[in-house]
């Protein structure tokens, strides 16, 4: 079962240092030949698992919020879990490729995908291959890396002759429109048709299919009005032509990282691996939620131990298998039996000597998934959202929005930044907990502004394929409501939600609103004519003049100290923001808790409150403030259009500089006006 030819590949981290090299050869070909163990195992198909290298540093296993990218290196093999008289045997699948990973199987159970690299400088691409290894084909030509490829179910438009079967997978290759990846991308089943399908800046990992054919996927939320709140990983979901995107769950409970979803077919269950720590091949305690109600049921089934899981593995008898290894910096993972009903790790299944075991597959036929209709029409570049009542809300403060108080929702779209600089953290940070979990560099400008019916419906079209958020409006142009996650529509898609961020069990009430008996308002102008506003643009300069030009408020002057002529740098690698910028940002001195400004919320935001003359009818108790409130400046007021300028500045996350140079992909935006024909 294990040739002679079947040798591992030298990971490429080790060409470098040829002894440890041909050491690291020496003991692979040991645990492949001799060094592998496996319980008398009955009952159990063959299987299917990754075989990985032991750490290429030391060092790395220190690392604590290890890219979830960072596990694809080079030497990992895919093998076969063979039952043999009762015992597994290892049987190399891919030892023509350099490196191989992510295999899933096909319904039929004939066929594997997999992400796979030939020689050493090729991109990770995917590869379909036979059950016994036979016929490799490449089906992807990415000069980025594609990964964690995934048979779903077919795709099929009313007029199709025959539905197409589709593939999902993870690719890196950036487009400009909101990062640089990673995305979902979907593939027809013979390789063609490439597209993109998730449009989230906080990217896509870990896909798998639910019977009706949806993807659930892995995510970053970073809180797109709260910069000094660390991000956390959730699950989305979405169907596989990228309509319908909806939250499945977490994506504001800790822990952080939540990743290796993996569905059973066999029960209720959808599975995945969570921790606040992510370390260079990632694990932590295994978790699930039920399909039926997945926001409402999530058990812990290992909480705690003296080690991590990884990659669980849903059996058809109902049983379950992962991968283990000790909290220790020698220790390997292994592939156990696990008890699905108490957590608790039992029989060893099979282990290495010198590699890793992981992701773990029943190589046999499973059930289908469902095939989906699209309306998705790539030829139109715009869809719809329509909501049916704002004020159907399970969000805290929503019971505070009096019927009617609700005049016109604001769509904004995110656009990728080009470093934490371009939004200064320095003033609300404090303490980072690692690369991963900070707030990235989203900038934010407007599509456009529309307005909400008297019964709090409103019907909207608006760019499709973009990262869009959405912020409920007063009558005096503040945000009341933001939605702190992204969200998009694909071309010619029609989304409708019962409310904003309403019970997802709730059942859309039984009425015909008003907005849409009417046409949608048309939100759909040109990226160049999109506006935004920034502090370095817009704002210091009407400071300069209002505020700490006149000597009221520039150095010296009565506080707030408004000084737009000294720069200052908050963190290494900080472009330089203006002391004005960072007075108004960071805490008032002496004062516990208050702010002059607070991103994202200007109606919380004492600055404001200055500028109109008076605090707004009931702020919540978040937005302290000890000073007796009067209207700034005090013999000539800034006009409405001032105004607005500063209220947006804030509700936008109160940015330093918002412009993108157009070599990075993004138009820079401009001052033309928006839907509703007001100017900046």
Not at 125 to 138: A, C, E, K, L
Not at 298 to 321: A, I, K, N, Q
Not at 397 to 405: C, D, I, K, R
């Amino acid at each position: 079962m294990i040739h002679e030819n079947d040798t591992p590949r030298i990971p490429r981290y080790n060409r470098k240092r040829p002894e440890r090299a041909l050491c690291i050869l020496g003991l692979c070909l040991a645990g492949l030949v001799s060094g592998w163990t496996a319980a008398e195992s009955t009952g159990l198909p063959d299987l299917l698992a990754v075989q990985v290298p032991p750490y290429p540093d030391p060092q790395t296993i220190q690392e604590r919020h290890y890219p979830p990218a960072g596990r694809y290196v080079d030497g990992c093999q895919i093998v076969r879990l063979a039952c043999v008289a009762g015992r597994m045997e290892i049987v190399p699948l891919t030892h023509d490729f350099l490196s191989a990973c992510d295999p899933a199987v096909s319904f039929d159970g004939q066929s594997i995908l997999f992400a796979g690299k030939r020689r050493a400088g090729d991109t990770w691409q995917i590869w379909r291959m036979d059950r016994d290894g036979g016929n490799p084909i490449q089906l992807t030509q990415s000069p980025s890396d594609c990964v964690s490829p995934l048979y779903v179910g077919a795709l099929f438009h009313l007029n199709d002759a025959q539905p197409t079967l589709q593939i999902i997978y993870v690719n890196h290759e950036p487009d400009g429109r909101c990062g640089s990846g990673p995305s979902l991308y979907a593939l027809d089943g013979d390789g063609q048709n490439p597209k993109r399908i998730t449009f989230n800046p906080g990217g896509g990992f870990d896909p798998d299919v639910l019977p009706t054919g949806r993807i659930v996927f892995s995510s970053w939320n970073h809180p797109i009005f709260d910069p000094g709140k660390p991000g956390l990983m959730g699950l989305l979901v979405v169907s596989n032509d990228g309509t319908d995107l909806m939250p499945y769950y977490g994506m504001h409970e800790p822990p952080t990282f939540k990743t290796m979803v993996r569905v059973s077919f066999y029960d209720d269950r959808v599975y995945f691996i969570e921790s606040n720590d992510s370390p260079w091949l990632g694990g932590g305690d295994i978790a699930y939620v039920s399909r039926r109600r997945p926001l409402r049921t999530y058990t812990v089934l290992s909480p705690g131990g003296p080690g991590v899981y990884h990659s669980p593995c849903p059996l058809p008898d109902g049983g379950l298998l992962a991968s283990f290894r000790e909290d220790r910096e020698d220790s390997l993972f292994r592939i156990f039996r696990v008890s699905p009903k108490t957590g608790e790790r039992l029989e060893e299944i099979a282990s290495l000597a010198n590699s890793h075991l992981l992701d773990t597959q029943v190589l046999a036929p499973h059930p289908p998934v469902k095939g989906r209709s699209t309306v998705v029409n790539l030829q139109k570049d715009t869809g719809v959202f329509y909501g049916l009542n704002v004020y159907c809300s399970n969000r805290p403060g929503a019971e505070l929005l009096a019927p009617g108080s609700i005049k016109r929702i604001r769509v904004i779209e995110g656009l990728p930044g080009r470093s934490s600089s371009v939004i200064p953290l320095g003033p609300l940070m404090g303490n980072s907990t690692g690369p991963e979990t900070s707030n990235p560099a989203i900038l934010r400008r407007i599509v456009g502004i529309a307005p909400v019916e008297a019964d709090g419906s409103f019907h909207i079209e608006v760019p499709a394929q973009i990262p869009l958020t959405f912020q409920l409006l007063d009558e005096t142009g503040m945000a009341r409501m933001s939605q702190n996650v992204w969200t998009w529509v694909m071309p010619n898609e029609k989304r409708g939600c019962i409310g904003c961020h309403e019970d997802r069990e709730l059942a859309p009430p039984n009425k015909m609103v008003q907005a849409v008996t009417k046409p949608a308002v048309r939100l759909n102008l040109p990226p160049e004519r999109r506006r935004t506003v920034d502090f370095l643009q817009d704002l210091q300069p009407l400071i300069q003049m209002k505020c700490s030009g006149t000597a009221c408020h520039s150095p010296g002057g009565a506080p707030p100290q408004l000084d737009v002529d000294t720069l200052i740098s908050k963190r290494p690698g900080d472009i330089p923001i203006s002391a004005a910028y960072d007075t108004l940002l960071s805490p008032i001195p002496g004062r516990n808790g208050e702010h002059y400004v607070i991103p994202g919320q200007a109606r919380e935001s004492a600055l404001i409150w200055h500028l109109m003359g008076a605090k707004p009818d009931n702020p919540t108790p978040n937005a302290p403030y000890t000073s007796r409130v009067t209207l700034m400046p005090p013999e000539q007021p800034l006009a409405e259009v001032e105004r607005t300028l500063f209220i947006e500045w804030i509700d936008l996350g109160a940015l330093w500089n918002s412009r993108l140079p157009a070599s990075r992909g993004s138009s820079p935006a401009s001052n033309a006006s928006d839907e509703d024909g007001r100017k900046k």
